[in-house]
């Protein structure tokens, strides 16, 4: 479900976030501090949880990346982190313009097809799924699988990672026919690793049981079931 937004546009974001800057600039001593060193404290404050530092310290990284060569993605990764923080906070309609604009940056700096721009549409697209708005999570899942599959291969983790989230959005659609080989796949490879993660391997089985049974496949599914709960038992 979408929801109506009212985003406001770059310019207004960077003025506001300007705003924050001036009003803790004393206490930040904007002048001093290099880019890596700013986005250090932000990730201290924010585990600290002074929210509001943190918030500070990410504009002022921003503004010092600004200042960087356009080929150089240190605004793209301010950016997302930034927008990761806003989302954080549950901040969506701040968050989302960050996020579009860093995968922007990217797709400049590296190209369209780069796994680092796979790997931020992935992020782009869990941030989608979980405001439920599948329509614009689903195309972005598809690409970056694309992407990564062919450049890293089928049994990567991060392939792995990103074939089970696009199956558990089929899933949680109800489209058991298009979820039903990706888990298929997922399952077959993690068969065949040496010591594949016990968790992940347990959610697998799990949600692949529960395609099988919308299927109708109720003796395939407690197959599964019963595999995922022996592993669960000896963790």
Do not use: K
Not at 10 to 28: E, F, H, K
Not at 56 to 73: K, R
Not at 153 to 172: E, M, T
């Amino acid at each position: 479900m979408t929801a109506a937004r009212d985003t406001p546009g770059p310019a207004t974001r960077r003025g506001q976030r300007l705003a924050i800057l001036v009003v803790l600039a004393g206490t930040l001593a904007c002048q001093t501090q290099s880019w890596e060193q700013y986005m250090e404290a932000a990730a201290f404050a924010y585990q600290d949880e002074d929210f509001q530092a943190a918030e500070a310290w990410f504009v002022a990284a921003e503004q010092v990346a600004l200042e960087f060569e356009p080929s150089d993605p240190r605004l793209a990764i301010t950016l997302g982190n930034l927008a990761d923080f806003y989302h954080a906070q549950a901040r969506d309609a701040e968050a989302e313009p960050l996020y579009l604009e860093a995968l922007a940056l990217l797709e400049r700096i590296d190209g369209p097809e780069s796994p680092r721009v796979a790997r931020f549409a992935a992020d782009l697209a869990v941030f989608y799924a979980v405001l439920d708005r599948d329509e614009e999570a689903e195309p972005l899942l598809q690409r970056a699988l694309g992407t990564l599959d062919w450049e890293l291969g089928p049994d990567h983790l991060d392939v792995l990672v990103i074939r089970s989230a696009l199956a558990g959005l089929y899933l949680q659609q109800g489209r058991h026919g298009d979820a039903e080989p990706l888990y298929r796949e997922v399952l077959a490879i993690m068969d065949d690793q040496r010591a594949p993660d016990q968790d992940q391997l347990v959610t697998v089985l799990q949600e692949y049981a529960l395609v099988l049974r919308g299927m109708g496949r109720a003796d395939d599914a407690l197959t599964l079931e019963a595999r995922a709960r022996a592993i669960r038992d000896a963790l």
